[in-house]
């Protein structure tokens, strides 16, 4: 019998975040269990807005945007709010949209070491997750724009399966709840939700909404 198809929508501000969605869609649909079968319609569009405006919306749509706040410096922390107010701008085109606020503090490196094993340190400098990157996945990268190219990516990737992102997810909610008992104030702009301490994200939420609706748990 033919599954049935459900598309979830991404905008991404980079391709690594585009590769992992690519192939997270492609081990949900190779898994025999899943009720459906999924097309994680993703694009590397930094502006969310951008992202909604070249899109044929029928009916109410849901994306999320997957972005980093990459340091408390000033720059980073306008991008940051930059991409909030776009993507509340978005919802506000009158489209019927939207926006979920997939989040990495520092980066999407966190959540990537997740898959494999805890990283609850604080980090200084987003460059500090170069040692439990390469640790986690036994390589040997000497900085994280070698991480990034796409064949040392895309190696990474085949090192995973559906039950290490289950794991990540996991991993993410304890960081998120040691936040929440160290006292951390949840910070909240434009009704988005996040945290100006590292460790913490929110991308997890959708994935495992994702695997939730295709009956993927343990």
Known sequence: MRKENRTYYFSVEGETEQWYLEWLQMIINAEETAKYTVKLDTKVQKDPLARVKRMTIIGKTEITHVTDFESNEEIHV??????????????????????????????????????????????????????PLNRAYGENFENLDQYKHEKNFKRILKKLTLENVLQAIDRSKKIMQKNEELGYRLQQYRGYKYYNENPSLAIWEQIERILDECGIVR
């Open 78 to 131: 306008k991008q940051f709010h930059m991409a909030m107010d776009r993507m509340k701008d978005a919802e506000n085109l009158g489209k019927n949209v939207k926006y979920h606020f997939g989040y990495s503090n520092f980066t999407f490196e966190l959540w990537i070491i997740l898959h494999i094993e805890e990283c609850n340190t604080p980090m200084m400098h987003r460059r500090q997750y170069l040692l």
